[in-house]
């Protein structure tokens, strides 16, 4: 039975159980973990669509990103301050982003 039908039928928890999950096989699978893996395998462009429409929900139910956006600018500020007092260096934008790839890929298979 889909979530969606057992909340429907009003069996309580059971329902609530089956909002986040439905039966695959013989066992359960998270309906959002299914829901975020298909998300993934959108093009880059689509992610990018996706998560702006999540995060302007988010937003409109009192979830605000302005504290968020402020710390990456003072951030930001605070990385080129110490770059241009010689402090830190410079990484090439496409090794940095193979490093992070090289770093994360193993952590996501976990």
Known sequence: MRGVEAASTGLGIGATIALCSHFSGDQYVPLRDEIVQQALSLSPADRAYVADALEHSLAEEGFSSTEVARAWVDE?????AAYGRGETTATDANDAI???R?????????
């Not at 930001?76 to 080129?80: A, F, I």
């Not at 090289?102 to 976990?110: I, M, S, T």
């Open 102 to 110: 090289r770093y994360l890929n193993p952590q996501r298979e976990q």
């Open 98 to 100: 193979q490093l992070m």
């Open 76 to 80: 930001v500020d605070r990385r080129l």
